[in-house]
């Protein structure tokens, strides 16, 4: 779908299609990272979280009852087995870190800090093949941003990254430098 409608709106000049950024938080997050990882058509990411659907969350994070309970839990919404029992490999199938390889979008990821554990190993497989891909933690903030202060970063930091990857422009003011 993103193929077409990508190209379509490139056919009729309404869009650059070598300057298509992505960007989402929470499902839309998790949408987009795996888009970006089965498909070349965006020159930039953002997302608010990670990945969510990794084998390193079932087996780390997702341990209570209410994630694994068999009838109503989390993983049986999504369809998914218990990833030790996967024969029809379903976690394969829908995993971003396994694709990092593949990903050819620069990625910035803004996570709160417990929600960036979902998205390390995303990071972490992107990062060893050596793809375009930064993280930043945003301290004592849940799934929405509350702060403010970290609000704005956020914004900042997302046009920041798009602004240089779709533009190729670079802010350089003093304040933004490491």
């Known amino acids: 779908i993103w193929s077409g409608l990508i190209y379509d709106l490139s056919r009729r000049k309404l869009i650059d299609?070598?300057?298509?950024?992505?960007?989402?938080?929470s499902f839309g997050a998790n949408s987009g990272?795996?888009?970006?990882?089965?498909t070349h058509n965006f020159a930039a990411a953002s997302f608010r979280h990670g990945s969510a659907i990794e084998r390193e969350r079932w087996t780390l994070f997702d341990t209570s009852?209410?994630?694994r309970d068999p009838v109503h839990g989390f993983y049986v919404r999504m369809n998914m087995p218990d990833p030790h029992h996967d024969p029809d490999g379903r976690w394969a199938a829908?995993?971003?870190?396994?694709?990092?390889?593949s990903i050819?979008?620069?990625?910035?990821?803004?996570?709160?800090?417990?929600?960036?554990?979902?998205?390390?190993?995303?990071?972490?497989?992107?990062?060893?093949?050596?793809?375009?891909?930064?993280m930043?933690?945003?301290?004592?903030?849940?799934?929405?941003?509350?702060?403010p202060t970290h609000r704005l970063i956020n914004y900042e930091r997302?046009?920041?990254?798009?602004?240089?990857?779709?533009k190729r422009e670079e802010d350089v003011a003093g304040a933004k430098q490491p």
């Open 17 to 25: 299609r070598n300057r298509v950024g992505l960007s989402g938080q």
């Open 33 to 38: 990272a795996f888009a970006i990882s089965r």
């Open 65 to 67: 009852s209410d994630a």
């Open 94 to 101: 829908v995993s971003v870190a396994d694709h990092a390889d």
């Open 104 to 134: 050819q979008t620069p990625t910035l990821i803004q996570a709160d800090d417990l929600g960036f554990l979902s998205a390390l190993p995303m990071w972490s497989a992107m990062k060893d093949a050596g793809k375009a891909i930064e």
């Open 136 to 147: 930043y933690v945003f301290p004592q903030e849940g799934h929405i941003l509350i702060s």
């Open 158 to 166: 997302s046009a920041d990254w798009f602004r240089f990857w779709l």
